[in-house]
């Protein structure tokens, strides 16, 4: 990638513009960028991120949007909008997930900002309600190695020790033997993914839910990725195990709406068993100078906008929009699935549904990957063992493109054999950095991040 993208035909702005641009010619820059990037994925060939990819629906969200994305919600007397808009959201997210089913306890929810947003939120609420209903000081979790990076980053940020369970190689589902040996005193929180994002496995979150009631701590079950579509694979007659709310130990659900609630880029659903958890991370300061100061969580100021498109998203597709979208989804994956079986040199990793993941114990995966991208696919890259894998999303129901990657995937295995003794040339990048040189991928993360972040110091002077 390019250090200044689009620096070949887009004027360089390093200072402000004393005179402004007129509007049309700053939307005709924006719409050329967009444009050219939307095509990337338009194919159908980019694994996940695009989750509804038609751009009817995000033109009416963008409409919903507009209406709203000046609005800040802290202010809620100025909008009693965005408190209909999230109680709602709330409300709907909470039925999908069963919170009919609880009893002796109020289910709520808050909306963040994504998947990462409501996992901090959870890490922070069961950390701040130990520490006030059992005086919990040092806090530990334990979590699935599997299960997404943002918990280690919750972790890292409130000051919680993380505890990282193995998973079976062959299901891919953590060991729930360990997990039990592992609680202590200071066990504030399980988790278990539904599915988890690098092989799209469900944990068992039935036997997660005994061992924390029986020792009374919380379990918080990770659906960022399937909250908004395993429950219509379930009413689909799919064979996805329990994870929401019916299953009692579990007490908290993070479910993102901008992935499979093909929301916009930006909320996404925490869900509580128990009131009284969600209230553990309320933050105040009432002796503030400037007034008295709450936010339900760690956001300040937020854009109506996220909320009026998300409520939009959901009100409009309703749950046979959902359910219909969720069928094409499953049976596309269910194709794609067919066509790695039928080489006996590839393995899917465990029991997927519609995201899934494969290896090869013959040659290096990357070999398959090296070739789909000369074909324009674009999958995740895993490592330990090296894999690929595929979120199966609305792009890739489009006609053709299962029938593609059928195609593409045996020509790409007819490359992996043939060039079984090299080395491939997408294992740098992807998953491909080799046990024992932990300081040498740190290294280069920390360069490509630099890339990404410092590129203001590469720009040339204004035009
Ligand atoms: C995407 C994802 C997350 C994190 O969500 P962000 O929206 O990227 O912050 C967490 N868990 C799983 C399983 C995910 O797929």
């Excluded at 960028?33 to 990337?40: I, L, R, S």
């Excluded at 105040?284 to 009026?308: E, I």
Aim: proline residues 5%; aromatic residues 10%; negative net charge.
């Amino acid at each position: 990638m390019s250090p200044v993208p689009y620096a070949d035909r887009i004027p360089v702005h390093r200072t402000l513009p004393e005179h402004g641009l007129p509007r049309d010619e700053v939307l005709g820059i924006l719409r050329s960028m967009a444009t050219e990037e939307d095509a990337t994925w338009e194919t159908g060939k980019c694994s996940g991120t695009m989750y509804c990819g038609d751009h009817d629906h995000y033109d009416f969200l963008n409409e919903a949007f507009s209406l709203f994305s000046h609005v800040n919600v802290l202010q809620r007397d100025m909008c009693p909008s965005a408190t209909r808009f999230e109680s709602e959201i709330i409300a709907m997210t909470l039925d999908l997930l069963h919170a009919d089913a609880v009893e002796g306890s109020e289910p709520v929810g808050l909306v963040s900002s994504g998947g990462t947003g409501s996992i901090c939120h959870a890490m922070l609420a069961y950390r701040d309600h130990a520490s006030a209903t059992r005086g919990v000081v040092r806090p530990n979790v334990i979590k699935p190695e599997t299960a997404h990076p943002a918990f280690d980053k919750a972790c890292h940020l409130f000051g919680i020790e993380l505890r990282v369970a193995p998973v079976d190689p062959v299901t891919t589902r953590v060991d729930t033997d360990w997990v039990a040996g592992a609680v202590d005193d200071a066990t504030v929180a399980l988790i278990g993914s539904a599915c988890n994002y690098g092989y799209g496995t469900v944990d068992p979150i039935e036997a997660l839910s005994d061992i924390a009631l029986e020792h009374g701590i919380g379990l918080h079950v990770d659906g960022c990725l399937g909250g908004w579509i395993l429950p219509f694979g379930q009413e689909l007659g799919y064979d996805i195990p329990l994870f929401d709310f019916r299953v009692p130990g579990v007490t908290s659900i993070s479910a993102d709406t901008h992935k499979y609630g093909y929301a916009l880029k930006g909320t996404s659903v925490l869900s509580f068993r128990d009131r009284a958890l969600r209230n553990a991370q309320y933050f105040f300061n009432t002796t503030w100078s400037g007034g008295k100061y709450c936010s339900p969580g760690m956001d300040g100021s937020r854009s109506g906008g996220l909320l009026a498109a998300t409520w939009a998203s959901m009100v409009q597709l309703g749950r046979e929009g959902y359910r219909g979208y969720a069928e094409q989804i499953f049976a596309t994956s269910a194709a794609m699935q067919a066509s790695v079986r039928s080489h006996p040199q590839l393995r899917i990793l465990g029991d997927p549904s519609f995201l899934f993941s494969f290896t090869s114990d013959e040659f290096d995966i990357y070999h398959v990957n090296d070739f789909l991208r000369t074909r324009g696919w674009r999958l995740n890259g895993q490592q330990y063992p090296n894999a690929l894998h595929m979120a199966v999303t609305r792009p890739q129901t489009r006609p053709g493109v299962a029938e593609a990657f059928a195609v593409d995937l045996a020509d790409a295995v007819a490359h992996a054999v043939a060039h079984a003794a090299e080395t491939p040339s997408s294992g740098a990048v992807y998953g491909g950095v080799a046990g024992g040189m932990t300081d040498e991928a740190d290294e280069f993360i920390r360069m490509m991040m630099g890339q990404m972040m410092d590129a203001q110091q590469e720009l040339p002077a204004d035009a």
